[in-house]
């Protein structure tokens, strides 16, 4: 009963409005530092405010995980993408004090920018969107495999097909298969492009396939999008 109660109140303290305003108010904070950071004149002037806003984040964010982990009903919650977005927030400050090999510790330090995805937690937008994504993935992954298929096919075209007439351009199928994301996605960058005539047929039908293929992910989303809405509107 003892264990209820402190579940209960740590739910209502992690739940208060003011409590998350805070928690969304620091989350923006360290974007923005992190973004400063970048600018080494920037960092090398601020760096004992960056580090002490880097700590006292952590030590803020730390809490906040256990916490939550406290408030769990089963185990297995703590692979629940809002609470691995939490913990995989706060590892980077905590590598140097394991010993993490240094030379791969800025890589780690990339993922402080899964702070940003914290703010999911707090934004009942957000967390529809993940909602309908993770609903339609199989229509999804089904739609991008055939789209990877595709622009493997339409690669192997395009470097046969031009290869002779732009050996520069078309050197391989890797070089060829950047062309071919280009087209298929109707980006066209104009960096490479065919001269031939069967590759500007070919690129012609590719930006169709392209056009067509890429308006499903949209639709689909777009339809379960307006699902989810309607149900939250209706409850």
């Known amino acids: 009963m003892a264990n209820l109660q402190v579940k209960n109140s740590i739910k209502s303290f992690l739940y208060n409005k003011i ?17 400063l950071e ?11 405010i960056f580090q002490k806003v880097e700590l006292y984040s952590v030590i803020i964010f730390t809490v906040e995980y256990f916490l ?4 769990i009903d089963k185990l ?15 590892l980077p400050f905590y590598f140097p004090l394991i010993g993490l090999d240094l030379r791969i510790l800025r890589i780690f330090r990339l993922l402080r920018i899964l702070r940003m995805f914290k703010l999911a937690r707090y934004f009942e937008a957000l967390q529809m969107i993940g909602k309908v994504i993770a609903k ?6 089904s739609i ?3 789209l990877l298929l595709l622009m493997f096919i339409s690669s192997f075209l395009m470097f046969y097909a031009e290869a ?3 050996p520069n351009a078309f050197h391989n199928i890797l070089d060829t298969f950047w062309w071919s994301l280009v087209t298929f996605t109707t980006v066209g960058y104009g960096d490479v492009y065919p001269i031939t005539p069967f590759g500007k047929i070919l690129s012609g039908i590719i930006v169709l396939i392209g056009i067509m293929l890429f308006a499903l992910p949209t639709s689909i989303l777009t339809a379960e999008f307006l699902n989810e809405y309607s ?5």
């Not at 970048?38 to 004992?48: A, F, G, M, P, R």
């Not at 297995?76 to 706060?90: C, G, N, V, Y």
């Open 19 to 35: 409590v998350n305003y805070l928690l969304i108010a620091l989350i923006l904070f360290n974007v923005i530092c992190l973004g």
């Open 38 to 48: 970048t600018d080494k004149n920037i960092y090398l002037t601020y760096k004992v």
């Open 68 to 71: 939550r982990l406290i408030t």
């Open 76 to 90: 297995k919650d703590i692979f629940k993408p809002l609470m691995l977005i939490d913990l995989f927030a706060i």
């Open 136 to 141: 339609k993935k199989y229509e999804l992954i």
């Open 144 to 146: 991008f495999g055939v």
């Open 164 to 166: 002779d007439s732009q």
């Open 231 to 235: 149900i939250k509107k209706q409850d």
